[in-house]
């Protein structure tokens, strides 16, 4: 049953148990209304309950016994009757009080009192006064059916009311759920639901929604991107290790002719090559499979201050100095930022070497800002080629490695809402910041 049908379900019940109620309670306090009227009518006839006693039998054998209220009273020598009683005939007069019997079909209320004779010798005399109750239940039933067939009205009304209020209240879900089964026909890009503030609760499921939505696009566009980087990446791999294995391939031919030492050299070198530029895809393919629970807070410093002792442990004799106040914590992937500032040292130690001959100084600087710095004194990046260098497979002029270090950093940088900068520093040494900004938000 739809939400909005259930609502009017609900509202009619309603409705419909407060109309019985409404009912019940109207019966019987115009049944305890009529009640207590007769009962004071009684009452009343009571005051004459000693003339009638001192009168009974005078009365009983004249023209007045026709037009007396119903009356019985009880005497020492019998039960004088007057007025309307019913046929039947009612239960002995033995006591004062009130009582409510059935006779003829019909109820009758009655009341006795109790008179007391004029002297000492004689007994009580009990007086009963009879009123027939039989009016006062045809108006009760007539009442019932009236209340009953306006309460069917009103009932109805009300169902007819629920329905469309049900509606009106389930309108808001009946519109998302049509948005939501709209999302089918349209790219990630366009899953979203418009945020619906007409409840509050209403608004909570679609804002969530929204965000839900927006999430997942973003996590189906970072697999398309994943999946086409893969594809890109198989592609560059098998064309920059052909060359290489291909090489090995010729070297291990040629050792088998009796040329061993020098050409196996050069095939473990080929190999070498080979597998460094295989972790490096490796590695570069990470990047577009991290999600937020990769994410932690850390402090740049100390990633710096790691990613240092890693160079450090292969045995450079690069002067690596880090500069920067302490405390500066990002929400970041850290493996991927020591990994990224690990290569952007590598290419220091491999590509800025002083012309001079000079001793290589290497400065990693961490700033306020979420910048990790890496700068040496060596002849710098020409400009013409900051951009290509960036790209999967791309190297410098003078470089023999993979080609991914700098195709790592720059991915980092985008995974963090961040920035890759290249250029020189004012000693004319290669000057490359690494900027990690926040994660960006999905929607």
């Known amino acids: ?156 009304l009300m169902a007819g009311l629920a329905l469309i209020a049900g509606r009106k209240v389930a309108g808001p879900l009946t519109r998302l759920a049509t948005q939501v089964r709209r999302l089918d026909d349209g790219p990630p890009d366009n899953w979203t639901v418009a945020i619906d503030d007409s409840t509050p609760e209403v608004a909570d499921i679609s804002t969530a929604l929204h965000t839900t939505l927006a999430r997942l696009a973003d996590a189906s566009r970072r697999r398309e991107e994943a999946l086409t980087a893969a594809r890109s990446f198989a592609s560059s791999a098998s064309h920059e290790l052909r060359t290489p294995l291909q090489s090995a391939m010729t070297n291990l031919d040629v050792a088998l002719l009796g040329e061993a030492m020098p050409h196996v050299e ?62 500066q914590r990002r929400r970041v992937w850290a493996d991927g930022v020591r990994l990224a500032i690990v290569n952007l040292i590598r290419n220091a130690i491999r590509h800025g070497s002083p012309v001079d001959g000079s001793p290589l100084r290497i400065d990693i600087t961490v700033t306020p800002d979420g910048s990790i710095t890496v700068e040496d004194n060596g002849p710098g990046i020409p400009e013409t080629e900051r951009e290509r260098i960036r790209r999967p497979f791309e190297r410098g002029a003078s470089s023999t490695g993979s080609g991914l270090g700098l195709a790592f950093v720059q991915r980092v940088a985008e995974v963090h809402g961040g920035a890759l900068e290249i250029g020189n520093g004012p000693s004319g040494g290669a000057r490359v910041i690494l900027r990690v900004g926040p994660r960006p938000s999905p929607g």
Do not use: C
């Open 266 to 327: 050069r095939a473990r070198a080929e190999l070498d090559r080979m597998g460094t530029a295989l972790d490096a895809v490796r590695r570069l393919a990470e990047v577009d499979l991290i999600d937020d629970r990769m994410f932690e807070e850390v402090d740049l410093g100390e990633l710096a201050d790691q990613a240092a002792g890693l160079v450090s442990a292969e045995g450079t004799a690069a002067g690596l100095r880090i500069h920067g106040p302490e405390g």
């Open 1 to 156: 049953m739809k939400l909005a049908d259930r609502i009017a379900l609900a509202a009619w019940l309603s409705g419909a148990l407060a109309v019985v109620l409404v009912t019940a309670v109207g019966t019987v306090l115009f049944s305890r209304s009529v009640n207590n009227r007769i009962d004071e009518q009684l009452e009343d006839r009571s005051r004459d309950a000693a003339a009638l006693a001192a009168l009974g039998d005078r009365i009983e054998n004249s023209e007045l016994s026709t037009i007396v209220d119903g009356t019985r009273i009880a005497t020492d020598s019998g039960v004088v009757e007057l007025g309307r009683l019913p046929a039947e005939g009612l239960p002995p007069l033995t006591e004062p009080g009130w009582r409510t019997v059935r006779a003829d079909d019909e109820s009758w209320r009655l009341y006795a009192v109790e008179v007391l004779p004029g002297s000492d010798t004689g007994n009580p005399t009990l007086v009963e006064f009879v009123e027939p109750l039989g009016d006062i239940t045809a108006q009760r039933r007539i009442l019932r059916r009236r209340v009953y067939t306006i309460g069917g009205i009103v009932a109805a």
